[in-house]
């Protein structure tokens, strides 16, 4: 399961990266706040998952 998981991340940094390297940002400010924001959600996003995963496994403990 993790290494799913970073695999996706790996995956959607490296697609991020080529995208900030073939286009050109207006100015610095937002290409700079485009990328926390990107970086914020993937974190929310992992952090769901890992609850997710968490409450699954105490359940499946629970019932055995």
Do not use: H, R, W
């Not at 991020?16 to 207006?26: K, R």
């Not at 924001?37 to 998952?49: D, E, T």
């Amino acid at each position: 399961d993790s290494d799913k998981s970073t695999e996706i991340a790996f995956f959607v940094f490296i697609l991020s990266a080529l995208y900030g390297a073939t286009t050109t940002p207006g100015d610095f400010a937002t290409y700079l706040l485009a990328i926390l924001i990107v970086n914020g959600l993937l974190y929310v996003a992992f952090y769901m998952i890992m609850k997710v995963c968490i409450l699954i496994k105490i359940f499946v403990q629970e019932a055995s």
